[in-house]
């Protein structure tokens, strides 16, 4: 089971539907897969889940135990203000430390209207999961320009397509 993660709570994002894709792409290969989207963590989780109150927030609970019970996971991270959601840190601020993501596999996904498909964040966020003892894939997807490369949920550059189906098997190998 690989767990595709949706790093943005923006609703309708192109961050689920770039999952989404993700998933289509697992289930031509039966390989079983989920998405957890940011989107449906609890409104107020930042007040509610984290520090002081760790687990009294059962919404939170749920999602934070489907995150943990994951061996494998794709992080689909939009780019914002060059680096990735600030949801998408408190979120991982709010899992069990250290034991959550330690020992376990991902693949990274970086998305963005400009050129760079959030380089600079997946190499931030790359730093952080290896200080967290999470083994991430050396290939790290890029998909830059997304009103001309993501179209109506298909990615239609055949270079950044091929790069997706390659990344994929990897993680499946990994």
Request: glycine content about 6%; proline content about 4%.
């Amino acid at each position: 089971m690989i767990t595709i993660v949706v790093g943005t709570n923006r609703l309708h994002s192109k961050s689920r539907k770039v999952a989404e894709f993700y998933k289509n792409q697992l289930d031509m290969i039966h390989v079983p897969g989920r998405i957890l989207d940011l989107a449906d963590l609890p409104e107020d989780f930042i007040v509610s889940a984290l520090y002081h109150n760790i687990g009294k927030n059962q919404k939170f609970n749920e999602i934070r135990h489907e995150i943990e019970q994951a061996e494998k996971y794709v992080f689909v991270l939009p780019e914002y203000n060059n680096s990735v959601p600030g949801v998408f840190k408190a979120f991982i601020d709010g899992l069990s430390y250290p034991n959550a993501l330690h020992n376990k596999k991902c693949a990274l996904v970086g998305i963005s209207d400009g050129v760079s498909g959030n380089a600079l964040g997946l190499s931030h966020i790359t730093d952080i999961f290896n200080y967290l003892g999470m083994y991430v894939l050396p290939q790290k997807i890029r998909i830059p320009l997304m009103k001309k490369n993501f179209v109506e949920g298909i990615v239609t550059d055949e270079f950044i397509h091929r790069l997706i189906i390659d990344q994929i098997q990897r993680l499946v190998k990994f």
